[in-house]
């Protein structure tokens, strides 16, 4: 489209290129074709640093930061947002997988309402432990915010968390708008989340609907990329 503003994709990543690979390629594909990805690391993983080196997509734009001292995930988001030149924000975690017109549909959803920023109620969810797909339960999931870079809080200084928190206060002020679209987001249970299994147990699995073999298997395929 000819009236596209820029969403800029955050991306803070450490030491796992093979997840960040699988969502560079998501980012790649996407259908909304304004955007640039912000990939964050910190300086002492060289071998984010060196794939990085690797691509020659000028769309992708890595940012170091020193390791010392030690930030915390809040604060690397903040430094990612202030790297940005979008519009538009989007968060972009890399260990999950984004379908390929989420930045349309979701850029779309604000468009379409008098809200400067959007989150997918439902997404698919996947156990990489069990291989086992399932469909949330609805909310507003923190990481499939899409928002106009103006209207995002500032995010706290925490280790985790810290997206919860923004996604409270947008809605206090009544800035978000939801859109019930599943497919647009598959959140991964790997076992090196910032979340450990019992969270995802204890929290996520029990208002989870398993979908069926065949569509799990879709969902496989889907991340094998």
């Known amino acids: 489209m000819s009236d596209e503003r820029l969403v800029s994709c955050l991306c803070v990543t450490r030491n796992r290129v093979p997840m960040l690979r699988r969502a560079i390629s998501c980012f790649l594909n996407q259908t909304y074709q304004h955007r640039e990805l912000v990939v964050l690391y910190e300086a002492d993983d060289p071998a984010t640093r060196d794939y990085l080196a690797t691509l020659s997509e000028p769309s992708i734009r890595p940012v170091e930061v020193p390791t010392s001292p030690k930030l915390l995930l809040g604060v690397l988001r903040n430094i990612s947002i202030q790297a940005s030149r979008g519009h538009y924000v989007a968060q972009w975690d890399d260990d999950d997988w984004h379908g390929p017109t989420r930045l349309a549909e979701q850029i779309g959803a604000i468009r379409g309402s008098n809200k400067p920023a959007c989150v997918l109620l439902r997404w698919v969810m996947y156990d990489e432990a069990t291989k086992v797909a399932f469909l949330s339960a609805s909310r507003t999931w923190e990481g499939s915010l899409v928002a106009e870079r103006s209207a995002v809080p500032r995010y706290p200084d925490l280790r985790r968390g810290e997206d919860s928190d923004v996604i409270k206060r947008m809605l206090s002020e009544n800035k978000l708008v939801g859109l019930d679209r599943p497919h647009l987001y598959v959140y991964i249970y790997h076992g090196a989340n910032t979340w450990e299994r019992s ?27």
């Open 199 to 225: 969270h995802w147990q204890e929290n996520l699995l029990p208002f989870a609907q398993p979908l069926t073999p065949e569509n799990t298997e879709r969902v496989r395929s889907l991340l094998m990329l």
